[in-house]
């Protein structure tokens, strides 16, 4: 699991500094999420392929999460795409492109799906044999989901040595990966358990932006591999968060400690600060693992 | 008369080829032409002073020519503008405007003023004492309008001998640079031109950006000091003109040879070519007086 940063800051895009988009490599899936003015900027700097995006997931239709969206979908027109594109997003997002490619009598030559989302409540928006994403409903000035990724359960590992004492020819070993139980050339049925062992853990990655400190969200976020959650203010300013509707680095960092994830991310700063360091120590006082997100990292988790 | 130019790509902006947008200090206004994607960032890059900018000018509804309007609308209210906007564009603007800034649920605080274009005829968009802004019909794809500015007659000069030889009090110098007569110390009415000489000769710059060869703005156009007129293609494309609705580098050298510009600017070149100088060559073959647009690139006319 890769996740690249590729814009990490509030409200508008300014010489060095990107607002919000990452992309996540999860079981060779690229999942876009969010899509800040810049962002097929970003991604040409970065080299991440045009066509590996598939699905675009949009957490809300503030400008700095998305006014990018519609200048790549006309840039993917533009390459001549041909592969089909899943756009996740608030009701609105599908009249707000399609006006656009009126106005501009610039129909895609590829299918562009789009998954309004309308629910308070978290769904499963999308699924396939690798991976599954789930909407986090999160408390913002608007209509906002997080998302979860969650990589699904991998193949088993062969115990080898248990395999060739069981007797087991070599053409049943894609099923014995699979889980299966399987007949040895003796004819004698073999418990899988018996000849493998679990495969890696599948990994998850929880999106969370923006909004205000909601501990509601503890619970579909439990355990994930990696949280990044927005941290617009430092402590001095936490009065503005209910007013904004943003948290502080700490209450990222509560959140964090409440769901037992592996790694915090923050990010979503505002650009009032000069550095990033005393969003990462003030998160510390609360939870260890804390990482921050900068324009053009990435993480392996 | 100072043009900065932010992006002079077609089509798609690219990690150091921005796509169009100019910035036209006439008479002391700002005039912001174009608004392709990350235009914010560029007037940023070349510290054009936000507030500075109170009327922009979109030729087009095509992307790389109005994808970083909102944006900019967007940012001029995070960032507290006061100042009135005008935007003038063609009939849909305002929709894609405002639609976005209800769905963001975020309203401008300063006033935003939509001059909707349909005519297919040269009309005066704006005037006040400094200056006059008329649409040049083009033709492409989608309605599209060049701009034609044009900086008003200036003040006279005083021929300060003949002035003080007429015997007039140094309070009617005012009414003389205007232009008018004044009554000298004598009682005596002193003709205008016998103390005073033309001043500088106004200045215009005409906009071409997006169009098929039309000669029909040839004679809205004439004698300008400068004129940038598209040239997405060089000859060895030009059968591609006609069908995607753009000229070629020796088009717009002969548009601006049959209006007797001052100088011609080229742009809006297609991302297929590997350097600009062919543009150059091309041109000159028909007319002399050629500079390329470069991203960034500033000229004084």
């Known amino acids: 699991m890769k996740l690249t940063i590729l814009g990490c800051y509030s409200a508008t895009p300014r010489t060095l500094n990107n607002t919000t988009s990452q992309v996540l490599e999860l079981n060779n899936h690229m999942f876009l999420i969010d899509c800040g003015e810049g962002t097929q900027v970003q991604l040409r700097k970065h080299k991440i392929k045009f066509n590996r995006i598939k699905h675009i997931f949009i957490s809300h239709l503030h400008g700095d999460h998305f006014f990018g969206l519609v200048g790549l979908i006309s840039t993917f027109r533009l ?4 592969t089909d594109l899943h756009i996740y997003g608030p009701k609105g997002i599908k009249e707000v492109v399609t006006l656009q490619m009126k106005l501009a009598d610039s129909w895609t030559n590829y299918n562009l799906i789009f998954h309004e989302l309308t629910s308070d409540k978290s769904e499963l928006i999308f699924e396939d044999e690798k991976a599954q994403v789930f909407t986090i409903p999160l408390n913002h000035r608007v209509y906002t989901n997080g998302f979860l990724f969650k990589e699904k359960e991998g193949d088993r590992k062969l115990d080898i040595e248990a395999v060739e004492e069981a007797n087991i020819h070599v ?30 853990k ?5 999106f969370c932006s923006d909004t205000m400190y909601k501990e509601d969200i503890v619970p579909i976020i439990k355990n994930v591999d990696a949280l990044y959650h927005e941290s617009t203010f430092l402590e001095k300013h ?4 209910p007013k904004t509707k943003h948290s502080t680095a700490k ?10 994830v592996g790694t915090l991310l923050l990010g979503h700063y505002s650009t009032r600060y ?9 998160a510390q006082e609360v939870f260890s693992n804390v990482e921050l997100s900068e324009d053009g990292k990435t993480f392996d988790f």
Do not use: M, W
Request: no cysteine.
């Open 79 to 82: 390459l001549t795409r041909e």
């Open 171 to 200: 053409a049943y070993y894609r099923k014995l990966v699979q889980g299966f139980d399987v007949i040895n050339e003796d004819g004698k049925t073999i418990k899988n358990e018996l000849v493998t062992k679990a495969g890696l």
């Open 202 to 206: 599948p990994k998850s990655y929880a």
């Open 238 to 241: 936490a009065h503005l968060g």
């Open 251 to 260: 209450e990222a960092a509560t959140i964090a400690k409440l769901a037992n």
């Open 274 to 282: 000069d550095g990033l360091n005393a969003f990462k120590e003030e």
